[in-house]
């Protein structure tokens, strides 16, 4: 990421919406290994998910956390079997237990979904925080994010809160995110993956985003999510005046590795990009 930026611009973003993140800041690194200072560059350091993340943001990190990454993490209906190499457990190891997992896994693909939706809907939302997946879900069609759930079955985590009884959604690793793509609707980012915005391309292959879409509750909050989205954390004005208050700080540790030319490019696109992305989605929620 020439720019610097994404990973910790996310993270800022999914903390104002009120979601768990990462927090992050930016280092020079410095080594001396005997024969004076050598400068490794500009990095970004990164909070780790199950190391004080979830006690930060949730009180607690008594529930299990999972590291979500393999086929299961995809919760695909043929992958049922796959799910404990799927989510590598980051804490309670002794208690080699994925049930949390497994009845969540369960509930998403009962026949309840279609024979009665609304039981369906209540038994899911008794296992899994699904608010809070439904507004990263639409923060993320809105910055486009090309390495997330509905491309990849990696970069997030499952925490077991044990407050709410639900399995929370934790998104990670956002150094694609904010990418320019091919359109609206189904614009193609690298490796042909897409990040549209009413998910129609998206398959029962990812069942986490066709399932709670095709339910119209559902549907419905995922649009009031896309809406606050823009006008809120990702709202255009206030990402221009973030990234470039990031820049300003980074900005001559930034040009030594990348170059001034090809640093101020890449920051402009960023802030080009938030007004595309506003008006894309003002466009799709009020075109019939």
């Known amino acids: 990421d020439p720019s610097f930026l994404r990973d910790a611009a996310t993270s800022a973003i999914l903390e104002e919406a ?17 024969e004076g200072p050598v400068t490794l560059g500009l990095y970004t350091m990164i909070e780790v998910i199950d190391d ?27 992958t049922r079997d ?3 190499e799927s989510f ?36 899911l939302e008794s296992v899994f925080g699904v608010d809070g997946f439904l507004e990263w879900l639409a923060i993320t069609a809105v910055i486009q994010n090309w390495d997330a759930y509905g491309s990849m079955s990696h970069n997030y985590y499952l925490y077991n809160d044990p407050a709410s009884g639900h399995l929370e959604w934790i998104s990670w690793d956002h150094n694609e995110a904010m990418s320019q793509g091919g359109g609206d609707r189904g614009g193609r980012g690298p490796d042909g993956r897409t990040v549209s915005l009413d998910k129609a391309d998206i398959s029962d292959k990812w069942p986490l985003i066709r399932y709670l879409l095709d339910d119209p509750v559902y549907y419905a909050l995922y649009l009031d999510y896309l809406e606050d989205t823009v006008s809120g954390p990702f709202d255009p004005d206030h990402m221009a005046e973030t990234y470039q208050a990031m820049a300003d700080l980074i900005a001559p540790y930034a040009i030594a590795d990348v170059g001034e030319a090809e640093f101020d490019a890449v920051v402009q696109q960023l802030i ?17």
């Open 272 to 288: 080009e990009h938030a007004y595309q992305r506003a008006d894309a989605v003002e466009e799709f929620l009020t075109t019939p």
């Open 88 to 123: 590598q457990k980051e804490n309670n190891e002794d208690e080699a237990d994925w049930s949390d997992i497994e009845t969540f896994f369960d509930v998403l693909h009962d026949d309840q979904r279609t024979s009665d939706p609304a039981a369906w809907r209540a038994d």
């Open 52 to 78: 004080t993340v979830v006690e930060r943001y949730y009180g607690s990190d008594d529930g299990n956390i999972y590291e979500a990454d393999g086929s299961a993490a995809s919760f695909a209906a043929s």
């Open 18 to 34: 009120g979601l768990s993140a990462a927090e992050t800041a930016f280092y020079q690194v410095v080594l001396d290994y005997g």
């Open 82 to 84: 796959q799910i404990e």
